[in-house]
């Protein structure tokens, strides 16, 4: 087992499909990639682990278009070696609601949402 890792769920309660438009880890690797798209309704899954005793950290940029316009979803993670984790999620978007639970420990589990306000 990595010495720390970030594994991921990412829920669209949406009625708005995601499309991935950039992706990145800045430490580590990826275990497994996130999905191009997440669907409305539907459940995106990605992992990414530590090389070493680095840490893990990494972002992700999703875009869907509604009646307004064209919107960025950012989601991002750091689980670090030696500091405190950090996980974030934000929209440009009216109309919705992101946020996260859980993200503790060496091997986090997070669970990263975008709601219908």
């Not at 890792?5 to 309660?13: D, L």
């Not at 459940?43 to 960025?72: C, I, P, R, V």
């Not at 929209?91 to 639970?101: E, R």
Request: aromatic share 12%; charged share 15%.
């Amino acid at each position: 087992m990595a010495a720390r890792s970030v594994a991921a769920i990412f829920s669209n309660n949406t009625k708005f499909d995601l499309l991935l438009v950039q992706s990145g880890v800045e430490m580590g690797h990826w275990v497994t990639e996130p999905p191009g798209t997440i669907a409305s309704g539907a459940e995106g899954q990605w992992e990414t682990d530590s090389e070493g005793m680095a840490g893990t950290m990494g972002y992700l940029k999703y875009k869907f278009t509604n009646e307004t316009g064209t919107h960025t979803v950012f989601v991002s993670w750091s689980n670090p070696y030696s500091q405190a984790s950090n996980f974030e999620i934000s929209c440009d978007a009216a109309g919705v609601k992101p946020g996260y639970t859980g993200g503790k420990g060496d091997n986090a589990d997070v669970n990263y949402y975008l709601n219908q306000a």
